[in-house]
């Protein structure tokens, strides 16, 4: 491809996703930029630790792919750098269940000074069980302890036995923000699948760039009156969402080969 097409491309993609990110909800960025919302697309892995578990598709939840634990005892572990002390964090994600099996979504804070790991608080957990053929959303609110600095997400179950399922999907954590879903603004729901393709964006192109990083994160100090506004004018909304938001998820949808990252 010409150089000058792509850049075009780069540059038309920033802007129209820059003016959408209005609608897409803050809270997985964090002050910090700490991001953390895993459809487990890609990122199995690389960034998991998994033992009896690897990913699955995914019919019922976002995108293609989910993680299932495939044996009893199995699990999917995460530690998260960079974590500060007394803040509130969001923990969040999808999971899926069949009878009698529960699968839980585990928090630990940790403070790792030159290897020497010590645990502050136990594990604050989310579940459930038996959600009847669907994924259900489960998320929780939690304080840091003080000299926080890092955190481990373990994915895990009980009750997983031959004929049993256990799956997650759309693992999240981040600076809590007071559950401002902005994306109702547009969409009805901060979960719409339309808005899975512009996170991606944001998180593997913009988030990774210093100049992205800062602009989104002026973006969502400045965008939840804007938010506010559409989610009360109906009409205004719908123009939004179907003059704007529906061509810029389609070209970043159909040009997602030439950003994405590689598996
Ligand atoms: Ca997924």
Not at 113 to 129: K, Q, Y
Request: charge should be neutral.
């Amino acid at each position: 491809m010409k150089k000058w097409l792509f850049t075009l491309l780069a540059a038309v993609i920033v802007v129209s996703t820059a003016l959408t990110l209005i609608l897409i909800t803050p809270s997985s960025v964090s002050a910090g930029g700490l991001v953390l919302n895993q459809g487990f697309e890609s990122e199995l892995g690389t960034e998991w630790t998994a033992v009896n578990a690897g990913r699955v598709g995914a019919p019922v939840r976002e995108g293609s792919w989910a993680a299932q634990i495939t044996a009893s005892g199995g699990s999917l572990t995460q530690l998260i750098p960079n974590v500060d002390g007394l803040w509130r964090y969001q923990l969040w994600g999808w999971i899926y269940a069949t009878s009698g099996v529960t699968g839980y979504i585990e928090l630990e804070f940790w403070q790792i000074v030159d290897g020497n790991e010590t645990l502050l608080a136990p594990a604050t957990r989310i579940s459930a069980t038996n959600t009847g053929g669907s994924y259900v959303q489960v998320k929780t609110a939690v304080r840091s302890p003080e000299y926080t600095t890092h955190a481990r997400i373990r994915l895990v179950e009980t009750g997983l036995s031959v004929g049993g399922d256990v799956r997650f999907d759309d693992v999240g954590f981040g600076t809590y923000t007071g559950g401002c879903f902005i994306a109702t603004a547009a969409y009805g729901t901060d979960t719409a699948q339309q808005l899975d393709v512009l996170r991606a964006f944001r998180d593997q192109v913009l988030l990774k760039d210093p100049l992205g990083s800062r602009f989104v994160s002026l973006y969502y100090k400045t965008s939840p009156p804007i938010a506010d506004y559409l989610a009360q004018h109906n009409l205004l909304r719908t123009v939004v969402r179907e003059a704007l938001l529906d061509p810029v998820v389609a070209l970043t949808r159909v040009t997602r080969p030439i950003w994405g990252q590689r598996p």
